[in-house]
């Protein structure tokens, strides 16, 4: 049987480029297969439908994958397990979300919103960027990566990535997902809430949540951590679990 391949959706970002850590700690297992990032464009600030079909013309046509949605790609993942391809074997969620989190992302509206996302780049919000997403798991390393990752993406897209995030609700999809699934759920989450997890977990009774050490940013912070929870995730299906490309 051909190992599954792992298909990872990014966060808020979409870049994929703060997969790195992760992948580096899947490589340096024996179990490995093959990764896929898909990765979404800077500078034209589309919607979760749009992604959605983004998201679906890059899934492996011929051979089994699990899904596992970042963040905001959480909802996205969703709505494609919900309506699967054929090849779909299993839907990983990590420090994500069926509804818009309460109180976490939702806290930015409107002017703030604006503001917020305008000076992204700038050093004002490079601290508390840092402080949501990574806090006492910061490394320069890492400050580096989720530095480098955001001024890829314009204050445009992400203003309406976040809009998006405070409008979503998928929850009456995942009654129809099929496919075994699983959350990493990060025990320092500043931005998605423990609810988050409960609430897709209440929809989908057969949702197994693993609770690890770390921040928002749980792939980037602990990624020896959660390339095991995958990998065990994975061999459970009956096939190796995945790694680097």
Do not use: W
């Amino acid at each position: 049987m051909r190992p599954l391949r792992l298909v990872l959706l990014p966060g808020m970002d979409g870049t994929g480029d703060l997969f790195e850590p992760l992948a580096q700690a899947m490589q340096a297992t024996e179990r490995h297969g093959t990764i896929d990032v898909v990765r979404y464009s800077g500078t034209e600030a589309m919607g979760y439908d749009e992604l959605e079909r983004l998201v679906r013309a890059q899934l492996p046509a011929d051979q089994p994958f699990v899904l596992l949605g970042e963040s905001f790609s959480g909802p996205l993942a969703i709505s494609i397990a919900a309506s699967p391809p054929p090849g779909l074997r299993g839907l990983i969620l990590c420090c994500s979300f069926a509804r818009s989190p309460k109180p976490g992302l939702a806290l930015l509206r409107g002017g703030l919103l604006d503001m917020a996302m305008k000076f992204m780049h700038s050093d004002l919000m490079r601290g508390p960027m840092r402080h949501m997403l990574l806090g006492r798991f910061s490394t320069p390393r890492l400050a580096g990566l989720l530095q480098g990752s955001l001024q890829k993406v314009t204050a445009a897209v992400m203003t309406r990535r976040m809009k998006e995030v405070q409008r979503v609700n998928v929850v009456d999809k995942l009654c129809l997902v099929r496919v075994p699934a699983m959350y990493l759920q990060a025990m320092q989450d500043r931005i998605v809430p423990a609810q988050a997890a409960r609430t897709i977990q209440r929809a989908l009774s057969g949702l197994r949540i693993v609770r690890l050490e770390g921040p928002h940013g749980l792939l980037q912070a602990a990624p020896v951590a959660t390339a095991q929870a995958i990998q065990n995730f994975c061999r459970e299906l009956g096939n190796p679990g995945p790694a680097t490309p």
